[in-house]
């Protein structure tokens, strides 16, 4: 196998034995835990009285517009990493071609500080 | 059967980094944790199971093990039994690539994946899924809240986070974290310190630049005080986790505890303060403090940088000793880092109050976001006209 997918492979075995480990403890729990069914165990906490409503309103997620942000920004990032690992074989283009890319998402982002996109109203 | 024989290393390597994970970064984490709370704050801590309490985490397990699960009736039974398990095991994949130290020419690492750092950065931000998922599907809203702060921090941090990472892999010419120790091992330094020759030592602003970064986003990443909104005690009850119980409670623990010792374990991070530092913070601080502004909010900050600089001068001083790095294994080595950097974090949790939302993401996308993309730029202009 070559090595690149022998590392996946490691990985993927990483995801599954660690989820049956993660498991494990809670089949030891289903064995050994006692059970009582009481109706007022599975009620929602809320500070001891009785819940109000539930939790799933319409609610306002306040930072949508970081969220939005952080999309250009994250992708950008992704850029940066191959980037980041021959920009000195490619020389001063690759660097002043990179500026440019940043000098413009720096921009976006003094475009969405200035617009208040960064405030928390 | 070359595969077959692969495929048992794989499982055997899981199980022993799952069981570190719950040995050292839980159990011992929370030992610690609770420990050195009791330090800090003029009491014993736990001292009544084993010796100096040393088995208190062990019978909290054994206890927790025995307590019933409860979903609550109008929670999404499915997405709320799951999340727990999501968090704990995005926690054991960050492990992979995380190199332990050397035996004779042998690297201690799981695999040394080309991609390493982006793949650590990846695993990490898997986390946030696990946290919202268990906050939504509570159905409770402590939880909701938690869930709903943590995903806007974990965003908001992700960034800086990258940047640091970035800036080391930038430095280093790979992406692989063998690599990036590598390089570092080859010149004799942390990229914190000096920057591949002819740039040496000036690269040191550069360096410290981007390992506060790096550091301030990490304690971040893993909703550390003074970040730690999305689980609130005093707020929010615990947050995301406020509905669950026994076991699934100690997953969350566990995951984030094992965020919290591979965070911090990340190549360019073991690398911080130095001897300079320290002294230069010790100053700064002895100044503060003759003037008479000692109320003022930057003594403390300042007095920490300079405690945690000597802890690790220590460290790395003992470290480069001649002959005795021969003699201590580099996993000893990696194991004193890592505790020096955790008990940073613990030491950090009663000492800074904890940010409010707007504070936050105000550090984030203000502060670190523009520094650090200046300081990739800076370091980058630099390596390009002087360091060919």
Not at chain 1, 58 to 71: D, E, P, S, T, W
Not at chain 2, 34 to 54: D, N
Not at chain 2, 60 to 82: G, S
Not at chain 2, 214 to 242: I, K, W
């Amino acid at each position: 196998m070559p090595k690149v997918l022998l590392d996946w492979f490691y990985v993927a075995v990483f995801a599954v034995v660690g989820t049956l480990m993660a498991v494990l403890p809670l089949i030891v729990v289903w064995l050994l835990a006692p059970r009582a069914d009481l109706p007022q165990k599975t009620i929602t906490y809320e500070s001891g009285v009785i819940p109000f409503g539930q939790a799933w309103a319409q609610f306002n997620v306040r930072y949508y517009l970081f969220a939005l942000v952080f999309v250009v920004f994250d992708v950008e990032v992704i850029y940066l990493y191959p980037w980041a690992v021959v920009f000195r074989q490619l020389g001063t283009f690759a660097f002043a071609e990179m500026l440019l890319f940043l000098l413009v998402l720096l921009v976006g982002l003094a475009y969405a500080w200035r617009k208040g996109a960064l405030e928390w109203v | 059967m070359p595969w077959l024989i692969e495929l048992l290393k794989a499982i055997g390597l899981a199980v022993v980094i799952f069981t570190f994970l719950a040995v050292v970064a839980a159990m011992l984490g929370v030992y610690l944790e609770r420990k050195i709370s009791g330090w800090i704050q003029a009491r014993l801590g736990p001292k009544h199971i084993g010796p100096q309490g040393l088995l208190q985490t062990v019978a909290d397990t054994v206890k927790l093990l025995q307590k019933e699960h409860i979903t609550p009736r109008h929670a999404d039974a499915l997405i709320f039994n799951v999340a727990p398990v999501i968090v704990a095991v995005a926690a054991l994949l960050d492990w992979v690539v995380i190199p332990f130290g050397k035996l004779g020419d042998r690297v201690l690492v799981v695999r040394d994946i080309n991609i390493g750092v982006l793949y650590f950065a990846a695993m990490a931000s898997v986390t946030v899924v696990g946290i919202i998922a268990g906050g939504w599907s509570s159905n409770n809203k402590y939880a909701l809240l938690g869930g709903l702060r943590s995903a806007s921090q974990m965003i908001s941090y992700e960034i800086p986070l990258a940047l640091g990472i970035l800036w080391a892999a930038m430095v280093a010419g790979t992406l692989s974290t063998v690599g990036i120790v590598d390089a570092q091992v080859r010149q004799g330094s942390w990229f914190m310190f000096k920057l591949p020759s002819p740039i040496g030592w000036f690269g040191l602003p550069f360096g410290i630049l981007a390992s506060l970064t790096f550091l301030t986003a990490a304690t971040a990443e893993v909703n550390r005080v003074p970040f730690d909104l999305p689980e609130a005690e005093s707020e929010l009850v615990a947050g995301y986790f406020a509905e669950y119980t026994g076991m699934r409670f100690a997953l969350f623990q566990l995951g984030e505890y094992g965020e919290m010792f591979g965070g911090w374990t990340e190549p360019h991070l073991q690398p911080y303060m130095w001897l300079l530092v320290t002294l230069g913070c010790l100053v700064v601080a002895a100044v503060i403090l003759t003037t008479g502004l000692r109320q003022t909010l930057l003594v403390r900050p300042i007095l920490m940088l300079a405690g945690l600089g000597l802890l690790l001068s220590l460290v790395m001083f003992f470290g480069t000793r001649a002959g005795l790095s021969q003699v201590l294994p580099s996993l000893m080595w990696f194991l004193a880092k890592m505790f020096a950097l955790v008990f940073f974090l613990m030491w950090m949790r009663w000492t800074y109050p904890r940010l409010r939302l707007d504070q936050l993401l105000t550090l984030s996308w203000k502060v670190l976001l523009p520094l650090g993309l200046l300081n990739l730029l800076a370091t980058g202009f630099v390596l390009t006209v002087w360091g060919r």
